[in-house]
């Protein structure tokens, strides 16, 4: 608080000035060299009290041990000079008769007082050298709130305005004067235990003194680090006790960027002594907790990697850094740090980076590394080349095809599919009956004229394409070994914890390593653990951070599958990754469009091996109809066949679709409003009793049906209406009609569980024009998106909900 500010607060200390004791007193200048406190671990550190300011020292300021005082740099005051021997004429000469006093704007340097207008008393400068002693006035008759500052030649009266100003003066005065002759010391110092012990009494004046800055705290630092800056040639020993000397004040306050050098070089030098888990803790803690920005202090990130290493290098080291992840999430389900999290993901990665940053450096332009860095593009190229919409997989035969169409004739034919991992061949029969039921799924498409054109190769070549592209190998030293399994075990950590994985998941979507950390094998079997950890998280904005950021670029959905270069386990996570994202995608089509273009051969593959999910990817791409080609469709036939599962799974297919024969039917009525209270199995018995293909409207107002019956709905082509007024259809029903029934144009959701997520889905219905809102959890930005994407929407009733 400047001088000419602080008459504000001399109400608010009004009460407490009344209490103050004044009293002359010795000279205050402490001897730095006589501190106590020469312990060599900061926990047995003499405890400074924080109202040892307001002990009761001779012609020491008393006061309340609460109060606290900015310090001053600056500020408006009046002062006279009384140039005489100190003597019995002193008092006489002070006297109100005899004294004249003068305005001044004092500045309080860093080795002297001087005057913003030097003139009269102040003509000159003050030097704290020539300090001999600053104390209250306290005779009788003496000047109310008013400071004398004993020089060699005379003495020096301040008289502020408040007993507040006065106090707040005398401790800037008292703590520039210190630090002043703290600096003299430490600037060239005979011995390192003499420069120990007065970094002592530095830090002991720190601590007990009243004032609350933060020069009062980083001044020190800063003159520890200029030292540490003068006299690089040191040992470890005395580093750890100038470490320990300035550890009281490490535990609350930030140090410069130039003692983070210091302390990085202690942590290489010795990374188990007690001094790095006990002092660097609190300070690593406060780093993590509280930084915004790493790029504009580098330092501060080296420091907290060097400090990781180094507990990594401690007896259990792994167990100590998880402990230590631990602590800073805390015991709570939620970490109440929002920092820590980003902060903790920047070191791992630039840790990381640092691991390969030698090896790129020392093979620079050499052709290995342009080899491998091919071999990381290379899979990319291949995931995202376009595939024609009729895929290919089997060559051109005319007497196969005709055998293929001629289905009243058709004998029994055995179609091979060879792998290159797969020994013996699979043979897969065809029959008479399996062409009939196959007949309910498949549309035959007569536009196969071009299926083998042009040189893209075929599926069945793709299928003969090893599971994982074989990376350059890439050795690193073993400390950067070391380095690499260190950082990634944190991730592992990090991605155990619940409320830290969307956003870690958001954070290495874009995927944020380089080539070569993804060409070496290591790193990726790995750092497979996370992205199991994503892929297995239910919630969709973890697992959908599995595809990439933008269209063009793998994410990691793509390099972990069969073909990619991360892939090492014959496409098992691809598998989990495939399931958990079917399970959420709303646009389930769309999706098995993109696995039908980019990996249909991984998952006929991986079907042929027994993978469930991986034929349950194909039933689905039968019954939504994604393959246009006929002979791919007969692949995959021939592939479910292959197995007990698939074949279990392909007759159920089959009996949904002559159910869904049955229901499409044309006939049936118009109009059908299911009773009040029905449930999801009253729906279900309901629609498969009969044809209800001419179905345009339909209410189940009112009644216990649930999202559960949304795939019964979408098998209705004619529908254009639905009410679904007081039910506990949710988001998930949602998702699954937004994407099936397009052509629907009344919908009616009032006093339903719906959700944003759900209704967010809704703005695929480009034909609606009436939807009924009301009474849900409609929020205001997904209304306004609801009116700009929906072209026809003509009524709107969001009535009792926040866009209301």
Excluded at 76 to 103: A, F, G, N
Excluded at 299 to 325: C, P, S
Excluded at 566 to 579: I, K, Y
Excluded at 697 to 702: P, R
Aim: with cysteine.
């Amino acid at each position: 608080m400047e001088g000419g500010s602080t008459g504000s607060n001399s109400g608010n200390c009004a009460d407490t000035s009344t209490n103050l004791k004044t009293c002359s007193s010795n000279n205050t200048t402490t001897n730095a060299s006589s501190v106590k406190g020469e312990a060599r671990r900061p926990s047995i550190l003499p405890a400074v009290p924080r109202h040892a300011a307001s002990l009761a020292v001779p012609g020491h300021p008393q006061g309340h041990p609460s109060v606290r005082y900015k310090l001053l740099h600056e500020g408006d005051i009046q002062l006279c000079l009384l140039r005489h021997p100190r003597s019995v004429l002193s008092k006489l000469l002070s006297s109100k008769l005899l004294r004249r006093w003068e305005p001044h704007r004092l500045v309080l340097a860093e080795s002297c007082i001087c005057s913003g207008t030097p003139t009269g008393y102040m003509e000159s400068s003050v030097s704290y050298v020539s300090i001999e002693d600053i104390q209250v006035l306290t005779w009788e008759n003496a000047p109310r709130n008013c400071l004398q500052l004993t020089l060699t030649d005379g003495t020096l009266l301040l008289q502020a305005a408040n007993i507040y100003q006065r106090d707040q003066w005398y401790h800037s005065l008292q703590w520039k004067k210190r630090v002043h002759s703290y600096r003299k010391i430490l600037q060239c110092p005979a011995r390192w235990d003499i420069a120990v012990k007065e970094l002592l009494g530095l830090v002991d004046t720190c601590l007990s003194s009243p004032l609350q800055d933060y020069a009062t705290h980083h001044i020190p630092l800063d003159i520890v680090a200029t030292l540490l800056s003068q006299n690089s040639q040191m040992s470890p020993t005395d580093h750890e006790s100038i470490i320990l000397a300035i550890a009281p004040l490490l535990e609350n306050y930030s140090p410069p960027p130039a003692l983070y050098d210091f302390f990085c070089q202690h942590c290489r030098d010795r990374p188990r002594s007690l001094v790095i888990v006990e002092v660097f803790t609190p300070v690593i803690q406060r780093i993590l907790k509280h930084n915004m920005d790493f790029g504009k202090c580098p330092r501060l990130r080296l420091f907290t990697q060097e400090y990781i290493l180094a507990l990594n290098g401690l007896n259990g080291g792994e167990q100590v850094v998880t402990k230590f992840i631990q602590s800073m999430h805390g015991p709570a389900a939620r970490c109440p740090h929002p920092r820590v999290l980003p902060n903790l993901v920047a070191v791992c990665l630039a840790a990381i980076y640092a691991c390969y940053e030698d090896f790129i450096n020392s093979r620079d332009n050499s052709p290995s590394l342009k080899e491998i860095r091919a071999g990381s593009q290379q899979p990319h190229c291949h995931l995202h080349r376009k595939q024609s919409n009729t895929p290919q997989f089997l060559p051109p035969n005319d007497s196969l095809g005709s055998r293929f169409s001629d289905k009243e004739n058709q004998p029994p034919v055995s179609i091979l599919v060879s792998t290159a991992p797969l020994a013996p061949l699979v043979s897969v029969c065809h029959t008479e009956n399996d062409d009939k039921l196959a007949g309910l799924s498949f549309h035959t498409s007569a536009d196969n004229d071009n299926d083998y054109g042009g040189g893209e190769p075929s599926l069945i070549d793709r299928l003969l394409v090893p599971l994982s592209s074989t990376p350059v190998p890439i050795k690193l030293s073993l400390h950067a070994e070391g380095v690499l399994v260190c950082y990634v075990q944190i991730l592992k950590t990090l991605s155990d914890y619940e409320d830290w994985r969307p956003a870690l998941a958001s954070l290495l979507q874009p995927i944020p390593f380089p080539h070569e950390a993804l060409a070496h094998r290591k790193f990726t079997k790995e750092l497979k653990y996370v992205i199991k950890q994503f892929a297995e998280d239910p919630r969709q904005e973890v697992h959908s951070c599995l595809f990439s950021v933008r269209a063009g670029k793998d994410g990691w959905f793509q390099l972990y599958s069969p073909g990619g270069i991360a892939c090492d386990d014959d496409g098992e996570l691809f598998a989990s990754m495939v399931r958990i994202l079917m399970c959420s995608c709303y646009k389930t089509r769309k999706f098995l469009l993109s696995l039908s273009d980019n990996k249909l051969g991984s998952c006929l593959l991986l079907a042929l091996r027994g993978n469930t999910t991986m034929t349950e990817i194909l039933c689905l791409m039968l019954e939504y109809f994604v393959i246009s080609s006929e002979e791919t469709r007969l692949q995959i036939l021939s592939t479910l066949q292959s197995t007990t599962t698939g074949r279990h799974m392909y007759e159920r297919l089959c009996e949904r679709q002559r159910e869904l024969c049955e229901l499409q039917k044309k006939g049936g009525p118009t109009r059908l409003t299911l009773p009040s209270k029905s449930t999801d199995a009253d729906l279900a018995k309901l629609l498969g009793s009969g044809s209800f293909g001419n179905l345009e409207s339909l209410s189940l107002a009112f009644t216990h049906v649930t999202g559960a019956s949304a795939h019964l709905l979408i098998k209705l082509p004619a529908l254009r209406h639905l009410n679904l007024w007081s039910t506990q259809f949710g988001d998930a029903g949602l998702r699954l009609i937004s994407e099936h029934l397009p052509l629907l144009r009344e919908l009616n959701l009032c006093e339903t569980p719906a959700t944003d997520t759900g209704m967010q889905t809704l703005t695929a219905m480009k034909s609606l024009c009436v939807l009924n809102l009301n009474s849900t959890r409609l929020s205001f930005e997904v209304y306004q998106e609801l009116k700009t994407k929906l072209p026809n929407l003509v009524e709107i009733d969001i009535r009792y909900t926040e866009a209301w």
